[in-house]
């Protein structure tokens, strides 16, 4: 197995920026397939605008099904490489326990948005109506859960690291990127029975929307180019003194870290 700590900060950024790329260009080959077809009203359809769900269950399954997985194992992913560079050192270690605690139901959110994506994709709306929204559902919960989890995580790491610019600057566009996609999957959620047109194309933006939340990712991963071993923490003052010690060696051993 090769050694984190040995491999170029590429490689690590390389992996959300695939799969954001991958599943872009997913969603803007499936809309733009729809709109040059003259917008076909598909069988499970009930607006005038198609859902990605519409055009997931017709002739382009197979790519929607391929994005979906990829997508899936690239966000989970992104989010374990987080903390396996964090525990290696290349990224800035947690001081606290919560912090741990955050991160590992981060990962834990991202398993199961994995898993509602790629069965969303398996179990098309056309012939599995109610399981593909039960899976949708089970997807947008799990990016919620992991994105909240995330953000705490980087919330609380940013106190510590408070002469690291880059941790603060990570979790304001995490949460802000976020904040606003929960919002329109709760616009979503009614407009879907409501206004499907509306819905619609809420569901396209979400969708589209998502691509920033994993460039965020790329953002995170890249800064393990600042260093190759980050500077040796003493948790022991962090826990003891509320953390006060810790920020302060922190910064004594960190340098000019930005």
């Known amino acids: 197995m090769f050694h984190l700590r040995a491999v170029h900060h590429r490689f690590f950024v390389a992996v959300p920026a695939f799969v954001a790329f991958l599943w872009f260009g997913s969603l803007l080959a499936m809309l733009l397939t729809w709109l040059i077809s003259g917008r076909p009203k598909y069988v499970s359809q009930e607006g005038s605008i198609a859902y990605i769900s ?150 396209w933006t979400i969708a589209f929307g998502f691509t920033l939340y994993l460039l965020t990712f790329c953002y995170d991963l890249r800064m393990t180019k600042d260093t190759r071993q980050f500077p040796t923490v003493e948790k022991e003052a962090a826990n003891s003194q509320g953390g006060q010690d810790g920020q302060s060696r922190v910064a004594e051993k960190g340098g000019n870290q930005v």
């Open 54 to 203: 519409d055009v997931g269950a017709s002739f382009l399954k197979p790519l929607f099904v391929v994005a979906c997985c990829i997508t899936g194992v690239g966000f989970l992913l992104s989010l374990v490489l987080e903390r396996l560079l964090r525990h290696r050192g290349r990224l800035a270690p947690e001081m606290r326990r919560r912090e741990h605690v955050f991160g590992v139901l981060s990962v834990i959110g991202a398993f199961i948005a994995m898993l509602g994506l790629a069965l969303l994709s398996g179990f098309d709306t056309q012939h599995y109506a109610s399981l593909h929204r039960v899976f949708l559902l089970v997807f947008m919960i799990g990016v919620a859960l992991s994105a909240i989890f995330t953000v705490a995580e980087y919330r609380w790491i940013a106190q510590d690291y408070q002469h690291m610019r880059k941790l603060r600057r990570a979790y304001i566009a995490k949460a802000t990127i976020a904040g606003i996609l929960v919002a329109l999957a709760i616009a979503f959620a009614v407009t879907l029975f409501y206004a499907p047109n509306v819905g619609a194309v809420i569901e």
